[in-house]
């Protein structure tokens, strides 16, 4: 990987290459990893390229150590302008369609069509803000003044990030050099170089802890001065040498960066070469801006699309609403003239169904009968019945008969009971005597 300068390949091993290869690497990996820093969540980033917790808005910016803070100085307390005046909560979109002007409104304000048409004052008023204020509703100077605002806090947040992934990348580098004199021996170059880096960034960040010696109120820590702590400061020929080599490493360590963040957004890229990586890693930041700007056009466009569908279904909702009132009101209309005619088809219908129901038992009955009595058993009941016709003719004949004789009795009137009474009498004398005498011969013999 190397850096083209007037038709020529620079490597960092080359003694003019590693001035211009470095920040090359540095510009290339913070541009993507500004882009990739906004568009990425914190529990989706690889492995070391966590979400920095220092606040932006502290007094005195990071604390950063001196040999970063030369480099880039800390950034002040930014004020940000807020929302002074204008219109909140809604956004007044106009469009000129004939004579009449049209709203596209965000809550809380939920204006019409119709309610502009009802109140062209109100319209007039409206368009004449619009002219003196931006999409949200802030007039056009506080506008103005919150953009340039917004320059300089994402100018600073810039540096900031610049200086903070310096930080990171030396901290990682003396996180590896532990990591090492635990497995292997180092070479006394490497052990010199990372005594002399950790040295340094000790005794500034102790230097900057202690502050100007002018403003403090308060006796410094132990008595120490900025004087004593410089005195513990490597040798100036080594810090040299120090720096020299941390071009190198830090060169390497953002190029590992860059790789990691071009595989992670496209992992095809893995079997790539270093050469066709660090061409991609140069377009990276612009792909990555590219596609925040498509997802930022999707969610308006998504957002858009909401509110049509919500003032489509309120609009479909209260036709809805009216088709019921419209079918509620026919119902209660019609129902009295349809409810006589209706009561009679009904009673008709349960007529034919009862009729239909005792035909069908009818024939049942019919059916058990003629499978109960076959033709033999008929002739025999046919017979049966002719000699019990002519025995009760026979009988109907006697009952007339003695019905006669009885009649022609009556005639005598009381001298025939008198008679009749006596006879009986006498006949059952005569029987108790016939059965004594009987009884009499039982007893002689």
Known sequence: MGSHVKGKILSPQSPNGAHLYCPFVLMSFFSVYSVFWQNTDDSRRPRGLRRINTPLSSSSGPDLPVSLVMLFPPVGQIRITRKADGIRGFLLIWRRDGNTPTSKQLPPCNLSEEDLLQNPHFSKLLLSLSQHMDESGLSLTLAKEQAQAWKEVRLHK???????????????????????????NLTSEDKKFHETLEQRLLVTELTQLLGPSQEREVPPLLGLEKVDLLELMPPSEDFVWMRARLLLEVEEQLKKKCFTLLCYHNPSSDSDSETLKAAKVWNLAEVLVGEKQRCQDAKSQQKEQMVLLDKKSA??????????????????????????????????????????????????????????YTDEKVEVHRLIRDRLEGAIHLQEQDMEKSRQVLNTYEVLGEEFDRLVKEYTQLKQETENKRWALREFNKACS
């Open 158 to 184: 810039t540096t900031w990030l610049r200086s903070e992934i310096l930080q990171r990348v030396i901290q990682e580098l003396l996180v590896d050099y532990y990591v090492k004199t635990q497995d292997r």
């Open 315 to 372: 609009t479909y909702s209260q036709v809805l609403l009216r088709c019921l009132a419209l079918l509620q009101r026919l119902l209660q209309e019609h129902r009295l003239k349809t409810q006589s005619e209706l009561d009679r088809i009904n009673a008709q219908y349960l007529e034919v169904k009862c009729s239909a129901m005792i035909l069908k038992l009818r024939m049942e009955e019919l059916k058990i009968l003629s499978d109960t």
